[in-house]
Structures are given as C-alpha cells and as structure tokens.
DNA sequence: CGCTTGCTTGGAGTGCACTCCAACTCTCTA
DNA sequence: TAGAGAGTTGGAGTGCACTCCAAGCAAGCG
C-alpha cells in the first residue's frame, strides 16, 4: 500500500546543491539506492535519533525496511531530507514541517495548498533577511565604535 | 555602587531606527525618563515577566526602583534593550547575550573582547543571510513546480 | 472604605526540538 | 562461531527561552 511517498518533485542537481557549503558532510553516494540509517545521518548531519523521530512524528514517509526490520533509506527519502533540511535551516517549526508532509501524502489535490504554505514561508524567509540586514548595519556601527575606543586606548598608551 | 551601565554607547535614532517596520509597538515617550516595566514591554514588545527574568539572569542591569520599590526604567535601560533585542532577532543565545552585558559591566578594558564577540557573531549573521538566500532559491523552485501542476490540472479541467 | 489595577517575589510549568536510555536483535569480520 | 559494532523500540530526559502562578503590597477612584 501507498505509504511511499509518490510526489516528491525531485530537484535538479543544480538546485539541490547550490550554497550550503559543507552543511552536508558526505556527498550522496552514487551507485547505490538503500542506506543504512547511519549513513543517512552522515549525509544529512541529523542524527539517527532525529531521523527515528522525524519518522516517528510524520514527517518522514514511513521508510523501507530490510528483511530483518532494519531501515533502508532510497533516493526518494534523501531528497525529501534535502528539503526538509532546508525548510529546517529556514526556521520553520517542525508542526508545518509535518503538515506539508501531510499534504504530500494526501496527494495532487493538495498542490494549491502546498504552494501556499511555501509561498507563506518564502515571505517570512524574506523578511528575516530584511530583518538580518538591518541588524548588520547597527553591528557594523557598533563595532566600529568598539575599534575607535581600541585605538584611541592604545594611542594613548604609546604616548604614555 | 556603579550597576549603573556606564558603557552603553547610544547609537543614534538614524540608526536606531532603521528596519524593523513595526516590532516596536510604541514609540519611545518623549519628555519623559522614567518608564514602568509594562510601558517598556509595550515598548520593547517583551513580557514584563521577560524582563524580569533578564535582570535576574545578568542580561539587564539592575534597574533603578521607584521609593516603592517598583522599577523605573530610564532610557538608558531602553538603549540597552534595543541591542539585546536586536541580538536576539538574529539568535544570538541568551547566554551569550549576559557575557556580553557582563563585559560591558566590567567596564572599559574589555572593549577588545566585545568587538571580538560582536564580530564573530556578524559573520555568523552574514552566514546565515546567505543561507537564507540559497534557500529561497529552492523556495522558488518548488513555488513553480506546484504552479505549474496547478495550472495544467485547472487547463485538463476546464477542457473536459 | 472597598475595589480595581498594577507591581512585587521565588519557584514551578510549558513548548519545542531534540537526545538519550535500557534492553534488546542483527550483521559483519576473524 | 564468537565478539564487536551496528540497528531496533517506547519512553524518559535535556536545554533553551520563556511563561505563568500564588500570595502579597501599593496607588488611585467613587
């Protein structure tokens, strides 16, 4: 029965990698399409505690299994991750995370809603960077006052 | 006894101002130099609760009181309150925050470490507006994929 | 004078996102 | 075939940043 998850449109290489510099610690291997729950956690930088619970919570497809139980991760599982991972380092609450996985298994009806809920968070996404940038500025200006205090001390010290 | 900050360096209203549309609900009360800590939560957006429990924990100084021993706030404490609250919209931890207040409490020696501090913690916000940034990107990505399904399933519908 | 509203305190409680534990079973290498 | 090192589970524990509670004091108003 339907527990895979069938529509995760899956990004292009081009997108998938561009920034996030080393955030993933091990290239996904090629070759192979079953991962042990450790090496999942290599390449995702969760921890397997984190990737149990995420299955535990709904926020993963529950994930296929090894003749023997054990967890055996597909392709279609490590982008989801990548995703995931990405809505995670935008600060999204692990509640909506679970939501949209929800709609994702409801299916292609839900494709309205699930462009709302990303349009929605794109817009919050933005204004944190708004928000990040305007900070910027005052820690620049305080810095700088931190640097002319600095320099005036040690002026005043050689002059001493 | 000095727990009076004497090293809040006030940044000016140019600066002061800018971003943040309308975080801060109340403009700060000309005229007046001491505020009761619901005008400052009114001001600050923060809990009284919140800050009192800043001044417990050493993220405040110790605020001057009233002859009835309720807290006045002077503009000072607002300034210092402007900071910490821009620290904390970019996530700068709690802990870190009183290291902070607690250099500035130590007075002018310490200015070498507090521009240490300030400027790990900007390339730290530099780092995770461009993190940001390459996530919008993926953002994007996924807004048109969804649009795209969604215009196609409404042309399939109203053709039939 | 009584009532409402606002402030005080220490300490307990909450919500989030993990994170770890105990007590197993399974896989792999020598 | 033995032992090390993975993996399994439900449930309990952790750390952070608040958030609230109870009990009490103080000021202003009709």
Redesign the interface.
Known sequence: MGTAMTVI?D?PAE??A???LERQRHRRPEGRDRFTISEVADYTGLSAHTLRWYERIGLMPLVDRSHTGQRRYGPRDLDWLD?VG??R??GMPVADMVRFAELVRQG?ET??E??RL??A??ED??R????????????????D???D??RR?SEGASRT
Chains 1, 2 share one sequence.
């Open positions: 449109d990004a997108v998938r561009c920034g996030e995703l990405k809505l380092l935008t292609e494709v309205a699930r462009e990303l349009s968070h794109r996404v933005r944190r960077i708004a928000e990040l940038r305007s900070t910027l500025d005052v820690l620049d200006y305080k810095i006052i931190y640097a205090a600095r001390a």
